[in-house]
Nanobody, 130 residues
Framework: QVQLVESGGGLVQPGGSLRLSCVASGTGTRYDLDTLRWFRQAPGAQRELVATISKASSTHYVDSVKGRFIVSRDDAKNTGYLQMNSLKAEDTAVYYC??????????????????????WGRGTQVTVSS
C-alpha cells in the first residue's frame, strides 16, 4: 500500500522560508507517480489546493502563493517538494500532500488493467509567526 509522508514543517518568522517534502513509499514496481498536489488547511477554514505538478512537470498555483512558492518533484525518489519563500502569517496551516498514482495489473481473466489511485499524507504543520 502506498503511503505519503510529509516533512519540513515548523515555526518560521514572516519573510522566512521552508521546504516541505513528500515521500511516497510502498510503491514497488506497480505504482507510477502521476499528478502531485499540495493542499493546506488553516484552523476553521476549508482545505485549499495550493500547488499542483503534473507528470510532465507542468505547475499551477493558487493566486495567493504565486511568485513565492515553487512545487517540484523527483520521480527517481518518488518525492515531491514545496519550496515556500516570503512566508506570511496567512500561510499558517497544516500542509497536506496528495498524489495520483497509476497502477497496472492483470485482472482474474488476464486482461491488463490500468487504474488511477489517489493517496493523502497526514500533513505537516507550518506556523508563520514572529
Amino acid at each position: 500500500q502506498v503511503q505519503l509522508v510529509e516533512s519540513g514543517g515548523g515555526l518560521v518568522q514572516p519573510g522566512g522560508s521552508l521546504r516541505l517534502s513528500c515521500v511516497a513509499s510502498g510503491t514497488g514496481t506497480r505504482y507510477d507517480l502521476d499528478t502531485l498536489r499540495w493542499f493546506r488547511q488553516a484552523p476553521g477554514a476549508q482545505r485549499e489546493l495550493v500547488a499542483t505538478i503534473s507528470k510532465a512537470s507542468s505547475t499551477h498555483y493558487v493566486d495567493s502563493v504565486k511568485g513565492r512558492f515553487i512545487v517540484s518533484r523527483d520521480d527517481a525518489k518518488n518525492t515531491g517538494y514545496l519550496q515556500m519563500n516570503s512566508l506570511k502569517a496567512e500561510d499558517t496551516a497544516v500542509y497536506y500532500c496528495n498524489a495520483d498514482f497509476l497502477v497496472a495489473y492483470y485482472d482474474d481473466h488476464g486482461v491488463p488493467i490500468r487504474a488511477r489511485n489517489e493517496f493523502w499524507g497526514r500533513g505537516t504543520q507550518v506556523t508563520v509567526s514572529s
